[in-house]
């Protein structure tokens, strides 16, 4: 049988009654935006974060476009962000109507360099956007004394980071404020798309739920341009389900990290993912890289192994950021990682037995003679 990326449907047999009995009750109350689950959700979320509050929101892009609006960006500004994310992180900044400044990445854990984020500061940043990438938290602690002096804030990107902490405290609560997704294989994932603001501000989660509720802080007043963006309270009964189990689960995914990389250590060619000083990962995604990725890959898949790419290519040498002007070779560190990651099946119901498959079918591979 094949091994898939992400297996949902461990999870959802998991937690397959509970939900059942939570949608019953949704409908039977007709509770269908807002209610008693959306603002239960949001105070346990909150409170398994660390943080003080927690709105939900529609998806993880906008949560982060919101978080940063009510951080104060505005249009005509620049927002800092690191070359190797997901798309998703540069589109909520053009959609303030601020520019997006990419910098390059740690070459071990590929999260933003701080030195290079500090560099790119200027008179115009309204915000630095560090991304925790693959289940990691990126060194916000670092980019602090320059931001702060500064004045900007820094808006986290924790859409992957459900649960990981550094230094003790959680993702979502190191800046001013963050936006994390709930899609559906994020650690923390819903029955289809929902996301949350996390912060420690009262006004800007106040901000925040105004914005994404047309810009109305009561029925029909309507003091700015906002959007429509409320998490939904069908998703809100899943997640409540899945938040409940969801550090026993997390755990599971460090037992799987560790098996793999003991599995891992003689195989040569093969590098490994390490854990920053600090963190404690949640290892959203297992990413090793290699020579040869886009072969190794193809011969997993005919495997029956179900590997990925996050992601083949940076946002700057994407045909939607092409108008920045940034040509290949601006970023050496996220370039040359996007030739070489690869991610492994990663969930936490992996079995031993799956991964052996999983690394025997990759050491067949990375052994193989070149062509």
């Not at 998703?235 to 409940?244: E, I, T």
């Amino acid at each position: 049988m094949s091994i898939p990326l992400v297996d949902l449907a461990s999870q959802q047999a998991e937690i397959a009654d509970e939900v059942r009995e939570g949608l019953d009750r949704v409908f039977e109350r007709t509770a269908f935006v807002g209610g008693e689950d959306v603002t239960r959700f949001e105070a346990e979320y909150a409170a398994f974060s660390g943080a003080q509050h927690c709105v939900g929101v529609a998806n993880g892009t906008d949560a982060l476009e919101l978080a940063l609006r009510a951080s104060g960006v505005e249009a005509g500004q620049e927002v800092v962000l690191p070359a190797n994310t997901f798309i998703a992180t540069a589109e909520a900044v053009s959609r303030t109507g601020a520019t997006p400044v990419l910098v390059d990445v740690d070459e071990e854990h590929l999260l933003i360099d701080p030195g290079a984020a500090t560099a790119a500061l200027g008179p115009r940043t309204g915000a630095v956007v560090p991304v925790h990438l693959f289940g990691q938290v990126a060194p916000v602690d670092l980019l602090l004394p320059a931001t702060g002096a500064a004045g900007v804030p820094v808006v986290e990107d924790a859409a992957q980071s459900q649960g990981a902490t550094r230094h003790g405290r959680g993702a979502g609560t190191l800046g001013a404020a963050a936006g994390t997704s709930f899609y559906p294989g994020k650690n923390l994932g819903a029955a289809g798309d929902a996301g949350a603001v996390t912060t420690d501000d009262a006004d800007l989660a106040q901000r925040v739920r105004v914005l994404g509720a047309h810009g109305s802080p009561t029925k029909y007043v309507h003091d700015v341009i906002g959007m429509n963006s409320r998490l939904d309270t069908v998703q809100a009964v899943v997640l409540r389900a899945k938040l409940a189990r969801l550090e026993k689960w997390n755990q599971l995914r460090r037992d799987a990290a560790e098996r793999y990389t003991a599995m891992l250590a003689d195989v040569d060619g093969v590098r490994v993912p390490t854990t920053m000083l600090g963190n404690r990962d949640v290892w959203h995604l297992y990413v090793v890289r290699l020579e040869e990725r886009d072969r190794v890959l193809q011969e997993l898949i005919a495997a029956g192994v179900g590997a990925g790419i996050h992601y083949p290519t940076p946002v700057h040498l994407t045909g939607a950021y092409a108008h920045l002007g940034l040509r290949a070779g601006t970023f050496p560190v996220t370039e040359k990682a996007a030739g070489e990651i690869l991610s492994l099946p990663m969930f936490p119901h992996l079995s031993t037995e799956q991964q052996e498959r999983v690394v025997d079918a990759l050491s067949t591979a990375v052994r193989r003679p070149r062509r």
